[in-house]
Structures are given as structure tokens and as C-alpha cells.
């Protein structure tokens, strides 16, 4: 996750934070949004005068020019005719701005009280995670703190635990994770360390026989962190939500919760719920942990996101505008799960693969080892999974601001997102894709020294797949242990020769 959200830019009310007003639209939004489509009304009345005025005389008026005038001419239709599609488009054939009635209905019951616990009716008790890396104190200090108390309102202090871990962020980071601490009103556990003890942590031998730590050890205990309090709770939880330091709207989070995936009695059926997280208002961010349905890694990083690789389901439910889109894995910044997972006599936790040179992201192990808790029936269309692309976050607020108006124009992208991917080879060939939890495969894989002297070599052997092997590619990256200022956290090694 990126390593700081900038301080916010906008001072935002509690019911600015809230607060959706006519049109679905929230508050803090509504300026950018309003301004769009009064400019794309004008704009359209005015062309399609325009176009009806040009489609009259067009035979007539390109017969009598020559050559070059006619082509400007062209050039000029072309273009008017493509800034109309546009228009119609925003305005008439808008993605993911229709919100489903169970969406509204949540909506409207957390705008027709004030009183606490309003969008949590069935009580359901809900487990709140976080890991922060905030050195300058702007994240909990800021909009998402905020965000975070509104969210804890709104289900209700009495069904909520609220667990946030940080560590390396120096004092003012300490600080304000302090002061957002003396705010919570639900039970907590909120932890500042000046750095995490590695020494629980494995340790691997890398080509040269230095022993490292993994950068997915090192993040898979950092998220772990944030769970720790779940084994001492005198709780039994119906939900987690796990977020990143995400700019996100309350209501969102408690659609993602309630809503995703609604069966006939409105209820969420769900063993993992994903937002869709946006490092700009147009890309996509966690394309390292999200795989369609059939385990393809996604296509270029804007919508519809997944490729037309074997049979597209997870494509074709974003075009057709599920709120339940059929993954494998996903994060997107935000994600719910079904607690019971979590609080099982032997509960998923986040890990990473055992191979050293298989480098996967313990956001998308996690969903492989949640599919294996209870296995889906043979031949099931879902794995239980779903991305719910009405719920989006951003990671800065002026990209998040603007994720309103830019949804409005994604089903115009889909034909060149097709042709883009394909020409730049996405997704990319994974070999262990089709890989099944169990199977003998020959295969050439690293077999690490002991750290005391004795090397480590590339060897063809018999190896045991594990469940994960749609996450991966081969890779390592290691925690830089001693980092100098400016220096990123972690470092890549390069792959062995021999490695495939």
C-alpha cells in the first residue's frame, strides 16, 4: 500500500462525510459532478444541432470539396461525432451509478435517524482492521480517521472492535494514532510499536548465503498483527472489514458489509467482499493480489479491468454490472470477510508461499486458504469471492473526488481495453494457474543453502503444488533490515539462472 496519503486538502463535516444528496451522489462530491454534466448538457444540446445540420448537407458539401477539405471536413465530423458518443454515454449509459434498491434502502435508513447504529439493524458484530504506516500523522489525523469514527457510529458502538497496529511511524505518526485512539468509543486495540521485532519472523538463504526475510513474511505478520486480538475475544464476530489507509465513504463500507452478493432474503453471501481501489481516478491500484475468476492476472489497469483470457466470467459480470463480480482473489483497498473463518479452531490467517524464488501476495493466499476452509461444491460457478465495483476507493482525495464523474464514461473503454491487453501481452502466462492443491509436478525450483557456508543451487525435482499458485511469479523481494533515509523498505533479488 502506498507508503503516506497526503493530508487532506478539503475540511470535511460529519455530514459532508456522510451525506449523500439528491442523485446519489456525496456531499463532497456533488460540485465536481453537477459542473460535468451541466457542461456535457450544453455541450450535447449544442452538438447534436450541429450533427443534424452536418448530416444534411454532408453528401452535398463533401462532393463539392477537394481533396484536402474534404478530409478536414472528416476529420472535424469525426470527431464532433465522437465527443456526442461521449456525452450520450455519461449521461444515458453511466456504469456502476445505479445503485441496486437494497443499496438505496441502506442508504436511506442511515439518512432518516441520527441514532447510533443505524446502518447495522441486525446488530451484527463487525471486526474493524488496520495496518498504518503514517509517519507525519496525516492519515489518522485526517479524512480517514474521520471516516473511521463515522463508521463506527454507524454500526453501532456496542458491535464494534476496532484493531489498528502501526509501526516505524515516528512521534508525530504516535501521536495521532493517539489522538484518534482517545476518540474511539467502541472497545480497541490500538498499537504504536518503533518497529516490529523480527525475530519471530523466518529467515531465508538467498544466492551468496545471506540469510533475508521475505517481504511477504515481513507484510503477512504485519497484517497477522492486526488480528492478534481476535484470539483472546470474548466475541464471536459476524464480519471483518480489513481497510488500507484508503480515502473511503462510510456508506460504502457498510454496502460492502451488508449488500455484496444479497441472496433472496437480502442477506450477503459472501467469504470475501473487495472495493476497487484507485490510485488515480482512472487506474486501478492492486492489480498484485487480484485474479479473474479462473486465476488470469488482470489486463491494463482500467475498466473493465479483467481480460478476455479462457471464459471471461469475471469480465463479462463488470460489464454486465454486478455488484458481485466473480474473482479468485482480490483487495482493492477495503475488504470485508466472513469472520468465522477467522475464528475457527485453526482460523486463516495471512502467510506466504513456501517457495523462495514463487513470490505471491499474502492478500491473494489469503483467498485461496479461505476457498479451503470450506471447500466450494465441484463444478460451482463462484469461489466465494467477489469484487463490488459500486464501492470504490482512492488512496488521495482529489482522485476519489472525481471517481464519480469518471465511472460515468467506463462503457467506452472495453473494445480498446481488449485490443491494449492483448497487445501488450495481458495477462501474463502464469505455469502454476492450473495448478491443484496435492499434485506431483516436475519442476525446477531454487533449494536454499543452510546460511553457514553451504550454497544454494537451482535443481529439477519433484515438487508438491500448493493451493496458491495462481498468485504467483517468480521473483523475491527482502526486507531491507538497516534502511538509510530515502531508501525504499524492500529490495529485489535477481532470479537464478536456470529459474523459469
Not at 114 to 128: A, F, L, T
Not at 148 to 154: H, K, M, S, T, V
Request: aromatic share 10%; charged share 20%.
Amino acid at each position: 500500500m502506498p507508503a503516506g496519503v497526503q493530508s487532506d486538502e478539503y475540511e470535511l463535516s460529519s455530514e459532508s462525510l456522510l451525506g449523500w444528496r439528491k442523485n446519489d451522489l456525496p456531499g463532497y462530491e456533488w460540485r465536481h459532478h453537477t459542473s460535468t454534466l451541466r457542461w456535457m448538457g450544453r455541450k450535447l444540446s449544442a452538438l447534436s444541432t450541429a450533427v443534424i445540420l452536418l448530416l444534411v448537407h454532408t453528401l452535398s458539401v463533401l462532393f463539392g470539396l477537394g481533396v484536402r477539405r474534404r478530409a478536414i471536413f472528416l476529420i472535424r465530423l469525426t470527431l464532433g461525432g465522437l465527443l456526442v458518443l461521449i456525452c450520450l454515454t455519461g449521461l444515458f449509459w453511466p456504469s456502476y451509478t445505479h445503485l441496486p434498491p437494497h443499496y438505496k434502502t441502506l442508504r436511506n435508513q442511515v439518512h432518516s435517524s441520527g441514532s447510533p447504529g443505524r446502518g447495522n439493524i441486525e446488530n451484527q458484530k463487525v471486526y474493524i482492521a488496520a495496518v498504518l504506516y503514517d509517519p507525519e500523522g496525516t492519515i489518522a489525523n485526517g479524512r480517514w480517521g474521520d471516516a473511521i469514527l463515522q463508521l463506527i457510529e454507524l454500526l453501532g458502538e456496542q458491535n464494534v472492535f476496532l484493531s489498528i497496529y502501526e509501526n516505524n511511524s515516528a512521534q508525530e505518526g504516535e501521536n495521532a494514532l493517539q489522538a484518534l485512539a482517545d476518540r474511539v468509543t467502541c472497545n480497541k486495540s490500538i498499537v504504536s510499536e518503533p518497529g516490529l521485532s523480527l525475530g519471530k519472523i523466518p529467515r531465508v538463504a538467498i544466492p551468496g548465503g545471506n540469510m533475508r526475510i521475505r517481504r511477504i513474511d515481513y507484510l503477512a505478520e504485519v497484517r497477522n498483527r492486526a488480528l492478534k486480538p481476535l484470539q483472546s475475544a470474548g466475541m464471536t464476530y459476524d464480519k471483518i472489514i480489513y481497510l488500507n489507509d484508503v480515502i473511503f465513504d462510510p456508506v460504502e463500507a457498510l454496502q460492502l458489509l451488508f449488500c455484496t452478493n444479497a441472496d433472496s432474503d437480502g442477506v450477503a453471501q459472501y467469504r470475501a467482499a473487495c472495493a476497487v481501489d484507485f490510485s488515480n481516478a482512472f487506474k486501478f491500484y492492486d492489480t498484485y493480489a487480484t485474479r479473474d475468476l479462473e486465476g488470469y492476472g488482470i489486463g491494463l489497469p482500467f475498466y473493465p479491468w479483467f481480460t478476455t483470457a479462457g471464459k471471461a466470467q469475471s469480465r463479462q459480470d463488470v460489464l454486465e454490472g454486478r455488484d458481485a463480480v466473480r474473482v479468485r482473489s482480490c483487495w482493492g483497498g477495503m475488504v470485508a470477510f466472513d469472520a468465522k473463518f477467522f475464528q475457527d479452531p485453526d482460523p486463516v490467517r495471512f502467510r506466504a508461499d513456501s517457495e523462495i524464488f514463487w513470490d505471491a501476495s499474502e492478500c491473494c493466499i489469503i483467498h485461496a486458504d479461505l476457498r479451503d476452509a470450506i471447500p466450494t461444491l465441484e463444478g460451482s460457478h463462484s469461489s466465494g469471492s467477489y469484487m463490488n465495483p459500486f464501492v470504490r476507493v482512492a488512496y488521495d482525495a482529489r482522485s476519489h473526488s472525481w471517481l464519480w464523474t469518471t465511472r460515468r464514461f467506463e462503457k467506452l473503454y472495453p473494445f480498446i481495453h481488449n485490443i491494449l491487453s492483448h497487445l501488450v501481452g495481458f495477462p501474463r502466462y502464469n505455469p502454476r494457474r492450473t495448478e491443484l492443491s496435492g499434485q506431483k509436478i516436475m519442476d525446477t525450483i531454487w533449494v536454499p543453502g543452510d546460511g553457514k557456508g553451504k550454497e544454494g543451487k537451482v535443481r529439477t525435482t519433484e515438487r508438491e503444488a500448493g493451493n496458491d499458485g495462481f498468485c504467483g511469479r517468480r521473483g523475491l523481494e527482502v526486507l531491507v533490515e538497516k534502511r538509510m533515509s530515502g531508501q525504499d523498505g524492500f529490495e529485489p533479488i535477481k532470479v537464478p539462472a536456470g529459474l523459469v
